[in-house]
Nanobody, 122 residues
Framework: QLQASGGGSVQTGGSLTLSCAAS????????IGWFRQAPGKEREFVAA???????KVADPVKGRFTISRDNAKNTVHLQMNSLNPEDTAVYYC??????????????????WGQGTQVTVSS
């Protein structure tokens, strides 16, 4: 089970840290991905932290978002800096066991959190 948290409302240029806490299994055994869905748009890949330690961040957020894993807390974090209105979306975390290389494919993810809203105002 995945629990996403940390969303909120910020102004342009602000920062937020999202957290994805796992229960019932270790995050070290899964690739944990973050996806987002803006109003009227399809869900898109944001970032992923692989079970082996690989990381990937989507081009639209590269240099602004950082993904990390806290093994002690069984949690994956998404640090989001320099937020802009285009980042407004519901953010979801998800888990998969597929091999690295498919981490951006949402259909390969088996477990999904409930989503957390991020709103960035100008």
């Amino acid at each position: 089970q995945l629990q996403a948290s940390g969303g909120g409302s910020v102004q342009t240029g602000g920062s937020l840290t999202l957290s994805c806490a796992a229960s019932g299994g270790s995050v070290r055994r899964y690739t944990i991905g973050w996806f987002r869905q803006a109003p009227g748009k399809e869900r898109e890949f944001v970032a992923a932290f692989g079970w082996s330690g690989n990381t990937k961040v989507a081009d639209p957020v590269k240099g602004r978002f950082t993904i990390s894993r806290d093994n002690a807390k069984n949690t994956v974090h998404l640090q989001m800096n320099s937020l802009n209105p285009e980042d407004t979306a519901v953010y979801y975390c998800a888990a998969t066991t597929v091999v690295w290389g498919r981490e951006a494919q949402e259909n390969d993810y088996t477990y999904w959190g409930q989503g957390t809203q991020v709103t960035v105002s100008s």
